[in-house]
């Protein structure tokens, strides 16, 4: 299986990116998907879970700001990042995994919030 994220970019504070994630090689509606993000120097931290009910959940970092979705036709999760702020700044995963074990991280876009 394999990831490809993209939407990554510079933006200013108070903008706005969605990123996406491609999924390929695997039973994606049967996978739970999430977002995590890594800044420089910090551990990667989880920033949000869509799950194959289509439910989801949030850090308090992202909540009120981000939204995940996913398109279970397309093979595609999205992250919607609003009020981007300037410790938003990481590069971004997509991690997917099922209930017997199995695991796909992407290689990460990177988002960069600056003025």
Request: positive net charge; proline residues 2%.
């Amino acid at each position: 299986g394999q990831l490809v994220e993209s939407g990554g970019g510079l933006v200013q504070p108070g903008g706005s990116l969605r990123l996406s994630c491609a999924a390929s090689g695997f039973t994606f509606s049967s996978y739970g998907l999430s977002w995590h993000r890594q800044a420089p120097g910090k551990e990667r931290e989880w920033v949000a879970d869509i799950y194959t009910t289509g439910s989801a959940d949030y850090a308090d970092s992202a909540k009120g700001r981000f939204t995940i979705s996913r398109d279970n036709a397309k093979n595609m999760v999205y992250l919607q990042m609003n009020s981007l702020r300037l410790e938003d700044t990481a590069v971004y995963l997509c991690h997917a995994r099922n209930s017997h074990g199995y695991r796909y991280w992407g290689q990460g876009t990177q988002v960069t919030v600056s003025s």
